[in-house]
T-cell receptor, first 112, second 115 residues
Framework: SQQGEEDPQALSIQEGENATMNCSYKTSINNLQWYRQNSGRGLVHLIL?????REKHSGRLRVTLDTSKKSSSLLITASRAADTASYFC????????????FGPGTRLSVLP | SQTIHQWPATLVQPVGSPLSLECTVE??????LYWYRQAAGRGLQLLFY??????ISSEVPQNLSASRPQDRQFILSSKKLLLSDSGFYLC??????????????FGNGTRLTVT
């Protein structure tokens, strides 16, 4: 069964607006990671947050983690058309990160 | 710097034909290697992972197999393709070691269409 579940499944916003995507998971984790995928391409790692961290920033990205609720959110501020992509969360729960579990993703469309 | 190569980029194969997808990693040694499949508009399903040469773990029963003949080479194979094998196949690597907190690095994927 899926460990991570992103919400919403699809999101359409105007350029300059903020985009928020959420991820829920079911079991204990070592860390949670967010990836981006442009259409027809591989995934690119965006940001990793450890289980003992609550918030992390990277440029226009802000990730939060609430282990009590087993949820995470990804905020993209001041979105651009180039941010249009699918965004996935992945949970790392195995020993030495032997495997990850990905959610089904959020398709973000940023309209110019 | 580390790079990952995955080929071919696209492949159209008839039902019942064999399959071989190859993935190689450069610039790192002893990586964990992964094969994922992604159905259209969906998330990633882990198919196989490997922690060393000749060591393969399968996550789901299927018509596919994987091999790791060299440290930085990971091959996905099938003897007879099924229509349901169509999808987008992604190879990925992750650094080893005691630290869990490192990301996956993906190749650009292979779009397989079984006709």
């Amino acid at each position: 069964s899926q460990q991570g579940e992103e919400d919403p499944q699809a999101l359409s916003i105007q350029e300059g607006e903020n985009a928020t995507m959420n991820c829920s998971y079911k079991t204990s984790i070592n860390n949670l990671q967010w990836y981006r995928q442009n259409s027809g391409r591989g995934l690119v790692h965006l940001i990793l947050i450890r289980s003992n961290e609550r918030e992390k920033h990277s440029g226009r990205l802000r990730v939060t983690l609430d282990t009590s609720k087993k949820s995470s959110s990804l905020l993209i501020t001041a979105s651009r058309a180039a941010d249009t992509a699918s965004y996935f969360c992945a949970t790392d729960a195995g020993n030495y990160g032997q495997n990850f579990v990905f959610g089904p993703g959020t398709r973000l469309s940023v309209l110019p | 710097s580390q790079t990952i190569h995955q080929w071919p980029a696209t492949l159209v194969q008839p039902v019942g034909s064999p399959l071989s997808l190859e993935c190689t990693v450069e610039g790192t040694s002893n990586p964990n290697l992964y094969w994922y499949r992604q159905a259209a508009g969906r998330g990633l399903q882990l198919l196989f992972y490997s922690v060393g040469i000749g060591q393969i773990s399968s996550e789901v029963p299927q018509n596919l197999s994987a091999s790791r003949p060299q440290d930085r080479q990971f091959i996905l194979s099938s003897k007879k393709l099924l229509l349901s094998d169509s999808g987008f196949y992604l190879c990925a690597w992750k650094g080893r070691g005691a630290r869990n907190n490192s990301p996956l690095h993906f190749g650009n994927g292979t779009r397989l269409t079984v006709t």
